[in-house]
């Protein structure tokens, strides 16, 4: 039987497959097999870790955000999960991002929102604590 010289499509396959893990180590930049599986494995977990991401900052904010306010002057007692209560009582909605850039940049801001939910009759707990 002759031997068949393949075309450029499937050249130009694997070259753009090869493109892709150029950074990988070992046969996992060099054999087509292993390439291919790789490539699955590292958009499998780019997806997955994009969605992991999004949590882990979600819990990062929310620790700035717990620390500030517990550092608060007789606020030793009042949580973040009491906060953001009272934050949605008074239906003063700021999302956890903001809060917690506000928390680091400017400490004061956070006091005063703090001192305007304490000062509200409705949050007797915050006073009772205080």
Known sequence: MTRVR???????RRKKMRLFV???RG???KTIRIITQQKIRALFSAHRDR???KRDFRRLWITRINAAIRGTEGGAYYSYSNFVNDLYKRQLILNRKILAQIAILNRK???SIYNEIV???GCKEATELI
Do not use: N
């Open 109 to 111: 801001c956070l006091y």
């Open 22 to 24: 150029s950074s990988f």
């Open 51 to 53: 969605d992991k991401k």
């Open 6 to 12: 393949r075309g450029y499509i499937a050249r130009r």
């Open 27 to 29: 046969a996992h930049s």
């Open 119 to 121: 000062k509200k009759e």
